[in-house]
């Protein structure tokens, strides 16, 4: 089992860079695979990125993909989104969620996922 908990939400303008981390607690960190769903007020959880406990390669919506980065410290248990070039569409609470035994054609849909946190509110001003 492992607790996960966000941070580094906030207020941020057009344009502008923020960072978020999930940390994890509980154990075998490392066999887990990672991933950020996000949810706008009125509107479906959407997939964001995901990392495969390999952590050597990580996917993303269209919508993100060349702006977010996503990136696992397994030492730290620890997962960031680079956020960059934020746009008001962004606007949302991001959300970590985590599954060990999750496959490839399940890891983009939130159901899938066993463990989430508490989320965080990511907000870009025009």
């Known amino acids: 089992q492992v607790q996960l908990v966000e941070s580094g939400g906030g207020l941020v303008q057009t344009g502008d860079s923020l960072r978020l981390s999930c940390v994890a607690s509980?154990?075998?960190?490392?066999?887990?695979?990672l991933a950020w769903f996000r949810q706008a007020p009125g509107k479906e959880r959407e997939f964001v990125a995901v990392?495969?406990?390999?952590?050597?390669?990580?996917y993303y919506a269209d919508s993100v993909k060349g702006r977010f980065t996503m990136s696992r410290d397994n030492a730290k248990n620890m997962v960031n989104l680079q956020m960059t070039s934020l746009k008001p569409e962004d606007t949302a609470v991001y959300y970590c969620?985590?599954?060990?035994?999750?496959?490839?054609?399940?890891?983009?849909?939130?159901?899938?996922?066993?463990?989430w946190g508490q989320g965080t509110q990511v907000t870009v001003s025009t």
């Open positions: 990392i495969r406990s390999t952590g050597s390669n990580a």
């Open positions: 509980g154990s075998a960190f490392s066999r887990y695979t």
């Open positions: 969620a985590a599954d060990s035994r999750i496959i490839w054609s399940s890891m983009f849909n939130s159901e899938h996922y066993d463990y």
